[in-house]
């Protein structure tokens, strides 16, 4: 019989129950034990949708991100947070989010950066020479006991991706740590045995990657180590093909193997022949990262003669957390009928799975009827005139090569854009959002539902754009921002006024803590239909003489943060949006926007978990920055931002966009990221983050004069910019405005010390 089971559900709640309560315990509003109860509720949920499976999963749910999670368990926080008298839990959300409660005392929050490939965010582990390691599976076992499920298979992190997801502080090799660590993973198998678990879910993604001798031996080490009779390990992988450590994997003492054969079907053959006849085989059969129904019977045509070769041997489950995609289908009231039969999100990949095993186990005319249906939704989506716009197909054709390039190289422009923005050294700017208040939502809202009118709607968000520009030429910031205030999301906003996009309502997924977003369908071909942004940039321009920003999301971006469709090449739907969005970059600079900036914020988390396929996607990525891009004058700057991601190894990629000013994170970092620069001369103007805007503390001056001056070693000041990591939509005005006025004093401090090195310099 084939087993089925989970790898982890969302846990945000099919209403982001979660996220809410997060905010109100942050804000002061409710305590502990309502957060906690908040949690207990959803977790209870989540062991109610995986009754069918064979195995449900436990010890994915986390309050904030399971890497702090992990963190927390192995007793492994940065020193900094030991000093504070506060209880586990906020300590946990002062290592999260550099404060525990509004009202708490700040500090410099754990590092953030992406999930491997994907849009979520963890907290990065810090490491030092003395790390030590101390066990506190509370919660854990916590979540096992309350548990009402009869087979529990509990979720961990293996302690050879947790030292490869985190960063030495003081240089040492976090690999150095392995034999301090793994005696604590010894007790934490015992203790999990004691509570009466048999399988142990134990995650190793690095093996999908490249992965050098050194960790490979690491693998070998830990898993020789872990052997144990007390606890079956399912040593599971998913994002990836193993590749060259298909051997290794299949070798190492486990019980089990999981694969993510939606994107390593090819290596299943040889993992079969590989693979020792008393271990299992989990396939990952179900797509945790996208939101379109499987083709159950092409599934099943390829799955019978695995199972009959492999039998009780053979378990099923989707290839990753199904924490990448939202919670229920069945909320999307409001969605497209035909749309929505294509479409499968978390609990309905769950019901595609018991299907699958159903007809594995007891033959296909068991699940008739749901095969039938499957077939005519997949059939129907195939033949769909939704889809096909000729007119889309006809321009893709006519793309050329000199539509990628500006007129004159940056040395060029840039005097020229001097010469009409007269802008002063270390000109300051923010990366565009400004706070989504309750006023501007409900204005947002009533205006969906019709109880705003569109002249009522317009005047609202012109109200709050002339107060934003009014609040920035009070701080003094040089080129000003419009503040977004119209706008749900930097895609969905964009994808709303484009052909081929759908949108659900609760389709919410976690990006980061209580941060969801809720991306967009790309369903079929992709047009810009209307304006988009320049009537709201227009307006904000028509305020103020200092410069204002046109904001667009950039096509990279708009494609790596929706659902893409799977049935062409990610190229080819990235195209389409470049030339959408090319539309409005000439549009905008049509009606006389000097400084355009296009968000590649997902740039770097496309790139494939393997360097040996990075050239192809950024070769694409890259030209279809530049056909959004480079369509407009010399006197036209344009920006683009990207935040959270390690970009060190991409840096001659990021530098042939030939954006004229790229905006950066850094402040978690302390400038880490900018360390590339003393071995490679970025050619054009960098803004590097000096002010985090994922925590609530507001930075000193001070602060950010050291962070510009720690940038100003690597990169010389006329071609620096100061500026926030990112937009400031999450935050509050009351964190904003003060930390806008310590960034506008840095600005000055550091152009008065030019000044006077200046002086010093002809004096000499």
């Known amino acids: 019989m084939v087993t089925t089971h989970n790898l982890g559900l969302p846990r945000i709640g099919g209403r982001r129950q979660l996220k809410f309560s997060l905010e109100a315990y942050w804000r002061g509003e409710i305590d502990a034990q309502q957060l906690t109860t908040t949690g207990q509720q959803i977790r209870a949920q989540n062991s109610e949708h995986q009754q069918a499976l064979d195995w449900a999963c436990v010890g994915d749910f986390s309050l904030y991100d399971h890497v702090l999670d992990t963190s927390i368990m192995l007793g492994n926080l940065p020193r900094r947070f030991a000093q504070q008298q506060l209880t586990p839990l906020d300590r946990y959300f002062q290592v999260a989010r550099g404060r525990s409660t509004e009202a708490s005392t700040p500090l410099a929050a754990a590092e953030m950066t992406k999930w491997f490939d994907t849009n979520y965010h963890y907290l990065v582990p810090e490491f030092e020479r003395e790390t030590q390691f101390e066990l506190n599976a509370e919660q854990l076992l916590m979540q096992i006991e309350e548990s009402q499920s009869k087979n529990l298979k509990p979720v961990i992190i293996g302690p050879v991706t947790y030292l490869w997801l985190g960063k030495s502080k003081d240089g040492s090799n976090p690999l150095d740590l392995l034999e301090r660590l793994l005696p604590v993973y010894q007790q934490l198998l015992q203790q999990l045995a004691d509570a009466g678990i048999e ?27 872990l052997q144990t009779k007390t606890i079956k390990l399912l040593l599971t992988t998913y994002f990836g093909s193993l590749k060259e450590n298909l051997q290794l994997a299949c070798e190492l003492p486990v019980a089990g193997l999981h694969i993510d054969a939606t994107r390593a079907r090819d290596e299943v053959e040889r993992i079969i022949d590989w693979l020792p006849q008393h271990k299992i085989l989990s396939l990952g059969v179900i797509d945790g990262r996208n939101i379109w129904k499987c083709h159950l019977n092409s599934l099943l045509d390829w799955l019978e003669p695995i199972h009959q070769r492999l039998g009780d041997r053979l378990w099923l489950a989707p290839s990753c957390s199904l924490l990448h995609v939202p919670v229920d289908l069945e909320s999307e009231t409001d969605l497209d009928d035909e749309i929505k039969s294509w479409l499968s999100f978390a609990l309905q990949k769950l019901s595609e799975l018991e299907t699958l095993a159903s007809a594995l186990n007891h033959g296909r005319q068991a699940v008739a009827r749901q095969l039938s249906d499957n077939a005519q939704a997949i059939q129907r989506r195939s033949e769909s005139p939704q889809i096909h716009i000729p007119a889309v197909v006809d321009r893709i054709a006519k793309i050329t090569e000199a539509m990628s390039q500006r007129r004159h190289p940056f040395a060029t422009r840039r005097t020229i854009q001097q010469q009409r923005l007269n802008l002063p050294l270390f000109p300051t700017t923010t990366i565009g959002s400004f706070p989504q208040t309750n006023e501007i939502r409900q204005a947002r809202k009533a205006h969906r539902e019709g109880r705003l009118s569109s002249a009522d709607y317009r005047n609202a968000m012109e109200k709050e754009i002339a107060q934003a520009i009014r609040l920035q030429e009070d701080v003094g910031l040089d080129v000003l921002v419009h503040g977004e205030a119209e706008r749900n999301d930097m895609v969905e906003y964009f994808a709303e006024f484009l052909s081929g996009f759908a949108f659900t309502r609760f389709g919410w997924v976690q990006s980061y803590g209580s941060r969801c977003v809720k991306p967009p369908i790309i369903y079929g071909d992709v047009q810009r239909q209307t304006d988009i ?3 709201w940039t227009s307006y904000a321009q028509s305020l103020t003489n200092k410069p204002v920003k046109g904001m667009l999301t950039g096509p990279v971006t708009m494609l790596n943060w929706s659902f893409v469709r799977d049935d062409q090449p990610l190229a080819l739907t990235c195209n389409q949006l470049a030339l959408a969005l090319r539309d409005e970059v000439l ?7 000097a400084i355009i900036q296009i968000d590649e914020a997902a740039l770097r988390e496309g790139l494939p978990l393997r360097r040996k396929q990075w050239p192809d996607y950024l070769e694409w990525a890259l030209k279809a920055f530049r056909l959004t891009a480079n369509g407009v004058q010399d006197d036209t700057q344009i920006h683009t931002h990207m935040c959270y991601s390690e970009f060190n190894d991409i840096i001659e990629s990021i530098a042939a966009m030939d954006a004229d000013v790229i905006t950066i994170e850094t402040s978690r970092s302390d400038m880490e990221l900018l360390d590339v620069f003393e071995s490679y001369e970025y050619p054009n103007e960098i803004g590097p983050g000096v002010y985090d805007i994922h925590s609530p503390n507001i930075p000193s001056m001070a602060s950010m004069v050291k962070l510009i001056q720690l940038a100003q070693l690597r990169i010389p000041a006329e071609r620096l910019w100061i500026n926030p990591d990112c937009g400031l939509k999450t935050r509050q005005w009351q964190e904003v405005i003060p930390a806008l006025k310590n960034m506008q004093q840095a600005a000055r401090r550091l152009r008065e010390e030019a000044r006077l090195d200046s002086q010093q310099t002809t004096t000499a």
């Open 533 to 535: 942004t320049t009537q």
């Open 587 to 593: 549009a905008l600079e049509q009606a006389g926007t």
């Open 199 to 225: 399988w142990l879910q134990i995650d190793e993604p690095i093996l999908v990657t490249e992965l050098d001798q050194t960790w490979r031996h690491a693998l070998r080490n830990a898993y020789f180590r």
